[in-house]
């Protein structure tokens, strides 16, 4: 068996570089497929380690199995634009949100791995009269509720985020913002891999390559997994397979509020610091951008989803040019600049827009799902809750809302406010 | 996309409003199976059919001639395989 990964600090740091390449191991084992495990997690992407690791850490369940059908953070985990923030208008939401952002505070500790957290700010801008008081109702809502948020006026907003100062003629000018200072970026990658690490530490097997293809029952029980590397037993399932859950309904023979749609992102090549912040522009109609500088010198920018159902991970032309065009509005410095790399994750998208953590059809298996455009800044608390509802048998609190009933019961959590679409009609 | 009147047109033309339930998906899940009133129209209104291999949708053309459309598609290929007029309509 393979040695696990060492803990990091400065000392270490120390120790490698005096002892060379002997001193790093892989981050997480690469154990075999056992026979039967207490949980078995399908998905090895940030909702599904982290379930993984909370299972092991607070809860003591040590014979659990993360099993992937490709590669550890593989989908949506680094395919996002790695934006953390919590400034949700629905009580449900933005308690739930704001517990992840906590979480995500600390999680490099927690973890013993550098999680690049950067509470640069989180700038929602309003471009008209209208949209500043439907950003102040949301920023009295997130202060009553004890989260930060701040409603700054064009004076102020020009010194905060000084790119945005010179005074151009804008199709939409901009009047104000609200902001998150506690929101900013996580590296998405590192999220993956230090939950990765961790849980392999603590004794939890992540298989890679190996498929889930179908579920075994008997009465209202799961028993075992069937997948490509054979059959596992499983004492309780979860599947948090993102943009792959409409298959896992199939499965299931469970028909799901869901259809999976694209969310393109898109990179642009480096260039000297410019923007300390995260901008998200939505302009009227659907041009939509949310645009953030890497630590590289890259421009991070990301839009609205492509609007219709599609498994390529390629996305639409059009939605590409909406996004450039977004951008270049709100920050017209960044009109030459060549993007660099351009791709799509696969959206699990909801009819109300938010998540399902939930038990679907069988006592012992869970479904945690339906995390649109807003999975990354939810993993922390998502993992965690999940994995109490897995261990305890019944839902945290702060989860409680996102049950799959709620759409028989009319007990919607419509964020967005569309109806029961993934994009306004 | 090839709209049935104006023909092929570009894809930012036409929006896409919903999955259609059970039309020859075969994945024997989905909307029409239940009886009661109250679950039915749940199921109307939020359950999708959500297929890797073949989706059937409602499109609407609406920066042409606003028709509504029943649209066969291969989401994993970004194939479209046929179009027609919703409702079945000449």
Redesign the interface.
């Known amino acids: 068996m393979k040695r696990a990964s060492r803990h990091y600090s400065a000392w270490s740091l120390l120790r490698a570089r005096l002892s060379g390449a002997g001193f790093w191991r892989p981050l997480w084992t690469g154990n075999r497929l056992q026979q039967a495990y207490d949980v078995v997690v399908v998905g090895a992407g940030g909702h599904g380690l982290a379930t993984a690791y909370h299972l092991a850490k607070d809860h003591g369940i040590k014979r659990v199995a993360v099993v992937e059908k490709r590669l550890v953070g593989y989908g949506n985990v680094g395919r996002n634009t790695t934006i953390v923030r919590s400034n949700y208008l629905l009580p449900e939401n933005h308690y739930f949100y704001e517990d992840a952002l906590r979480r995500y505070e600390g999680l490099g500790r927690e973890l013993n791995y550098n999680i690049m957290y950067s509470p640069r700010g989180v700038v929602d801008l309003a471009l008209s009269d209208d949209d500043f008081p439907v950003l102040a109702r949301r920023g009295n809502a997130l202060r009553l509720a004890g989260i930060d948020a701040e409603l700054m006026d064009r004076a102020a907003l020009e010194k905060f985020v000084p790119a945005l100062a010179p005074r151009r003629r804008r199709r939409f000018p901009i009047v104000g913002a609200l902001v998150q200072h506690r929101g900013g970026t996580v590296r998405h990658d590192a999220v993956a891999w230090g939950y990765a690490r961790a849980a392999s530490a603590l004794g939890v097997d992540i298989i890679e390559d190996c498929e889930v293809t179908g579920l075994h029952t008997t009465g209202n029980s799961a028993t075992a997994v069937q997948t490509s590397q054979g059959e596992v037993q499983a004492g309780a399932v979860v599947f948090a397979t993102a943009g ?4 896992v ?2 499965m299931l ?8 749609h694209l969310l393109q992102a898109m990179v642009t090549e480096p260039v000297k610091p410019l923007l300390d912040t995260v901008l998200v522009y939505v302009a009227p109609g659907h041009a939509e951008s949310y645009i953030s500088q890497s630590d590289r010198g890259g421009m991070v920018l990301g839009g609205h989803i492509d ?6 991970r ?1 996305g ?1 032309w ?1 939605r590409l040019e909406d996004v450039v065009q977004a951008t270049v509005e709100v920050l017209p410095q960044l009109g030459q600049l060549r993007l660099l790399r351009h791709w799509a994750g696969t959206n699990d998208m909801t ?1 109300d827009g938010s998540p399902i953590i939930d038990r679907v059809k069988y006592d012992n298996v869970f479904l945690n799902a339906g995390w649109c455009y807003g999975g990354f800044k939810a993993i922390p608390a998502s993992g965690a809750a999940c994995a109490s509802f897995v261990a305890k048998g019944t839902p945290p609190d702060l989860i409680r809302a996102y049950c799959l009933s709620r ?2 019961t009319g007990h919607l959590l419509d964020e967005p406010g569309y109806g ?2 993934p ?1 306004k ?1 | 996309m090839a709209c049935p009147f104006c023909g092929l047109r570009p894809l930012e033309e036409f929006l896409f409003r919903k999955t259609v339930p059970n039309v020859g998906t075969g994945s024997g899940v989905g909307v029409g199976a239940d009886a009661d009133a109250g679950a039915s129209a749940y199921a109307q209104v939020y359950l999708r059919v959500d297929s890797a291999e073949r989706s059937v949708e409602e499109w609407q053309h609406v920066a042409g001639c606003r028709a509504w459309l029943v649209v066969d598609r291969n989401p994993s290929k970004g194939v479209v395989r046929s179009v027609a007029l919703l409702g079945g309509a000449q």
Not at chain 1, 307 to 312: D, L, N, V
Request: charged share 10%; aromatic share 14%.
């Open positions: 792959h859950t409409g298959l309904g199939k023979g469970v028909p799901l509020p869901i259809e999976t609007g219709f159902p599609s498994y390529t390629e639409a059009h009819m759409f028989a029961p679409y994009v009609l």
